[in-house]
């Protein structure tokens, strides 16, 4: 019962991270014409979350209906999105000169990231190991 509770406050977690994402997603949207012709963008840091949520979504519904532990792949699929997209934003911004104050966080999000999958990765060949 203990387990099934805590699945299901990781699966409501997830869940409103999707609602919240999502309408944040939808809220950026932006459209702009002018006589050279039209432009629509929404955030891609929000697409990106959507993404992640959807991801841990699917991972805590499995884990809720098997009763089983929230696997360490998800984890580590998770911190790896997080660390790519951060990362990649960061050094994109950093080849076009863009102010360091408007993409750190990017950095610091990226890097914390880049421990927690590497933690992550570690954990998924001790259980690898163990399992044969």
């Known amino acids: 019962m203990k387990n099934k509770l805590k699945y299901l406050f990781i699966l409501l977690v997830f869940l409103s991270g ?8 939808i809220q950026s949207f932006e459209f702009y014409q002018d006589e050279w012709g039209k432009d629509l963008s929404f955030n891609s840091d929000y697409l990106i979350s959507i993404v992640i949520t959807i991801c841990g979504l699917v991972y805590s519904l499995v884990s809720l209906t098997k009763n089983k532990p929230f696997d ?15 990362l990649g934003v960061f050094f994109k911004g950093v080849n076009k000169h863009k102010d360091f104050q408007a993409i750190q966080n990017y950095l610091y999000i990226g890097l914390v990231s880049l421990f927690a999958m590497g933690y992550n990765i570690v ?7 163990n399992s044969k």
């Open 18 to 25: 999707l609602i919240i994402s999502t309408i944040l997603y």
């Open 72 to 86: 360490k792949n998800a984890w580590l699929l998770i911190s790896s999105i997080i660390c790519f997209y951060t």
């Open 123 to 129: 954990s998924f060949l001790e259980s690898y190991k």
